[in-house]
């Protein structure tokens, strides 16, 4: 069974730095992309960026290009998403998805990851 | 940027209705569209993909349509299970896009 299992909820501070992941089982890790979604309280989904595990290669989209940093570990078949200066902006809950093998839609998603800024 | 837009926003049917939701391009994407459901708490669920491609275990009363700029997702008879919120969402290059969203509720 694929699955895509995100780490838990976190509580933060303005000002810091947080790493969220996002772990993948059931399916060859390196043969897919995953990509990371923001979904703001409330509204709707925005595409962040994505990673292809094999080589680390990255994508983002200039909305958020420079603010976040997606890496992977393929050798535990995990992607990660970083954060190095929170804002209370980045209240959010965080997706990570299983890029199709072929096209750029997302056919696995994880259960999200809660991640509130506040002072 | 490619900008998707839904309509309508909210949506209000009864179960046994027919719907349909649209989404329009800001440019062509050719049949580059997918649908996705989400319900409350819960993450996105893949429905539709290639515009008109049911998903793998997605019942057949959901089907789409469209090409170019205009797309459509269409529920024949709408079930209790499907009170949710639907998003389209392009990829014909990056940065792929979703639509603000469709919330479908129960009149």
């Known amino acids: 069974e694929v699955q895509l299992v995100q780490s838990g909820a976190e509580m933060k501070k303005p000002g810091e730095s947080l790493t969220i992941s996002c772990g993948g089982s059931g399916f060859s890790f390196t043969s897919y992309w995953i990509i990371w979604v923001r979904q703001m309280p409330g509204k709707g989904l925005e595409w962040m960026g994505r990673?292809?595990?094999?080589?680390?290669?990255?994508n983002y989209s200039p909305s958020f290009q420079g603010h976040v940093t997606i890496s992977a570990d393929k050798s535990i078949s995990t992607a990660y998403l970083h954060w190095s200066r929170l804002g209370a902006s980045d209240t959010a809950m965080y997706y990570c998805?299983?890029?199709?093998?072929?096209?750029?839609?997302?056919?696995?998603w994880g259960q999200g990851t809660l991640v509130t800024v506040s002072s | 940027d490619i900008q998707m837009t839904q309509s309508p926003s909210t949506l209000s049917a009864s179960v046994g209705d027919r719907v349909t939701i649209t989404c329009r391009a800001s440019?062509?994407?050719?049949?580059?569209l997918a649908w996705y459901q989400q319900k409350p708490g819960k993450a996105p669920k893949l429905l539709i993909y290639k515009s008109s491609n049911l998903e793998s275990g997605v019942p057949s009363r959901f089907s789409g349509s469209g090409s170019g700029t205009e797309f459509t997702l269409s529920v024949s008879s709408l079930q209790p299970d499907d009170f949710a919120t639907y998003y389209c969402?392009?990829?014909?290059?990056?940065?792929?896009?979703f639509g603000q969203g469709t919330k479908l509720e129960i009149k």
């Open positions: 998805a299983r890029r199709n093998s072929g096209y750029d839609f997302f056919d696995y």
């Open positions: 969402q392009h990829y014909n290059g990056y940065p792929y896009s």
């Open positions: 440019q062509s994407i050719a049949t580059w």
């Open positions: 990673i292809d595990p094999t080589d680390s290669y990255t």
